[in-house]
């Protein structure tokens, strides 16, 4: 045998003295106990994981665990998390680090993540897998500090760059790696650079445009695995944005995990959609037949910064949103123009007019007859007020809630409405702000253009953790734009009875950068509802086209 | 670590330490701690080092542990312990910090006319790991007779089984031989025994992580290949891979020390073990 043996000597001594001295001897019951506590945190086996026995209140979902396993056993610690979104590639990434640094094989630990997921990131590994980590702060030694979360874009900064080059990391994480996907970067540079014994590499999309993306990613965890970059290229030359190669396909699964919606064991909860047609009253159908009539009249005395389209989908919402981008116009363009003038008189005085909120009444009357917690989004400002409001009128408390809140007014919004209030009403569902899933009902009170911002919204609910069926009510107004985009574009594309993160993957497909620009053009610049309907056709032509080529994969 | 352990774990910790165990329920126990033990697990540095300077009446705090949050009452409020929650962590080092040497004497008091002989056995309980980029470790508890030299397997599961009774100081009528073999000896034949007894064993994990590095190099030279010049990265991954995978046995003392014994328990294990 060729290993060498070490003896730890520093007992020997303190005990040689204790001899010497004659004592001090420890008691009898606190060396039992010592006895215990150290045979307890041995590893028993170099196989399987000791993590959840230090952690029986996470309770990780059979994929997680699973994917812990393989990265330690058969992939040596050094892995791309691909799942699709919403798996929790984060808890599969705190399982494998504790499991390291329980066997005591890593200490040494550095974390990158994009900054406004720090301090996230900090909480989770703290609280959910009691694991020390440390968020960089100015003169925050990377020397000293064991675990340390950070921002690629400080990491990779001078002084910090030299001297984090410098450690030798046990364990390092990337979130968000695609990042890293060319290799020309200075963040691929840095990170390649990085001393590293294990790591693991955290993205959704490991492929979003070239194939070279995933040679990239893998030649930083282990250069050669997919030979050299010249090889590579030539090789698989003619993959474009997949990978159809078998045997390609094999090396990338050795050091790659991607868990599909479709493969895990959760047990998604359903969606019901129900889509809810409501009448104007006589007097708000004049204020939009009024507006969209004017679409031909006034068409050319609107700039381009200004579409009468938004004006047409905000009276669809609420006669207050219409106000405050009238008295907007008025406030840039301090002597409109004569038919511009005219006009917004005109539809001032239809908006004085009008009495009650057709949506907001069906809206009471749903939220009284659910009688639990509901979500109500409107993309309009002016509308989340009226409607808080309105339902105070009715005895009905609720929380608004806008994506520009701070981390800290939003953990405080969202513990305001799960403690105290009835209804959520939000303006924008954007980003990783919050999540809500003890709630299962969502009104929609208008609908947004672009589809990925509803998927967004009911993701807020729909995801790991809820228990019950989503209920998400979707409200158009008959004879309307509203009804267009709802009949058109959603229903045509399934949107709504789709899994989570299902159309995530689909319209990265797509370039999801044009995808808006599409939506923009063909509502703002469409001169007719028929060009509008061709227009959409085509895109949902192309969103079923994205959906087969992912079925064919 | 059952809950119930952990619960019977705490409660014979803060009673062997001295802390008074104010309250005890199924599922929570209240402690107040003393002064040492509130310096030991508090963290409250800053706090002590002013009472201590202006000579003010130390408050050691009172600490609540909820064993049991199935049914945990709204009313109690406390630290939830499981195992692998940092406070354990804490108070299990704690324990090791405070439980390293030992000195016991059997407790068989002879008569006069007729004292009790007790023999000397040196006893370590080591933890040996197994380490690459995985890791093993094993419990072995090796006791010499530090007078004829035989060395007893399992030795603490043997004290505490047969219940021996033990003593901090000699009992009455009572002698001690003088050990024949200094204790530094029988440290040293303990580990030798121990380097045997490893030699002896299977070590494919450790040709298995050789196997993993070897893969791992040849990739990165394969990498590197047609670079004439290579790069710093190259030499620096290398280093890495290395210590990666590199095997290696550590063999650490938990906690030890000396025992004096009558007779009866030499002769029980005289059959089975000689060395």
Redesign the interface.
Known sequence: ????????ET??E???T??END?????????????????????????GLQAP?????LQPLPHQMEAARKV?ERM??KAILADEVGLGKTIEAGLILKEYMI???AKKVLILVPASLVTQWVAEMNGKF?I?AIAYRKNYSWEKTDVMVSSLDTAKRSPHREIILEQ?YDFVIIDEAHKLKNHKTKNYEFV??L????CLLLTATPIQNKIEEIFNLV?LL????L??Y?EFKEKYKKEKNRVNDDHLKELINKVMIRNRRKDTTIQWTKRHIETVLIDFSKEERELYDHIAGSRKQYGQIFNHTFSILTLEREACSSKEAVFVTLKNMLKNNKEPEKPLEKFIRTTMEKIEKIQINSKAEKALELIQSINDKVIIFTEYRATQLYLQWFLKQHGISSVPFSGGFRKGKKDWMKELFQKHARVFIATEAGGEGINLQFCNHIINFDLPWNPMRLEQRIGRVHRIGQKKDVIVYNFATKGTIEEHILKLLYEKIDLFERVIGELDDILTRLDICSLDEHFADIFTRSSSVGEMRVKMENLTAMIELAEKMKEAE | ?QQMEIHS?LK??F???GCEIEKETEDYLTVQLTCEMDKMLMNRPFYWHYIEKTGGIPEPQKITFITNFSTEKNSVKGERI?????RLQQ??HA??K???????YENQPGREGKHTALYPWLCL?L?I???C???????RSLSMNLINGMIVDDF?RKL?DKNVP?V?KIPDFAFTFSPLFK??SG?RRI?QFV?QE??R?D?S??TEARK?RKK?M?????????TEEKPE?YF??K??IF???E????????????FYLSQKFLQMNKKKYNS
């Not at chain 1, 001393?195 to 294990?198: L, N, T």
């Not at chain 2, 980029?133 to 419990?139: A, I, N, Q, V």
């Open positions: 045998m060729n290993v060498p043996i070490h003896f730890d007992w020997e303190s005990f040689l204790r001899v004592g001090p001897w420890s008691d009898w019951n606190i060396y039992n106990l010592a006895l215990k506590a150290e045979k307890h945190l041995m590893i028993p086996s170099f196989e026995k230090f952690l029986p209140e330690i040596n610690g066997r005591g094989l009691h020390p030798s390649q650079n001393k590293k014994k294990f030649s282990k250069p050669g695995h030979g050299t010249e | 670590m774990y014979q910790f009673m062997t330490t499981h195992f692998g929650s940092p108070i299990f324990a090791k405070m439980g390293g040497f030992i000195r016991l309980n933890k790991s197994y380490i980029d995985r890791r093993k470790d094993f419990f603490h505490t033990l901090p204790p530094e440290i580990k380097e490893i030699l064993d070590h994990w450790a993993r791992d040849k990739l990165l030279d394969s990498f590197f290949e047609h990265r620096v991954e280093e890495v210590n990666q995978y095997p290696k046995i550590t063999v650490s003392i938990i906690n030890g020390g000396l």
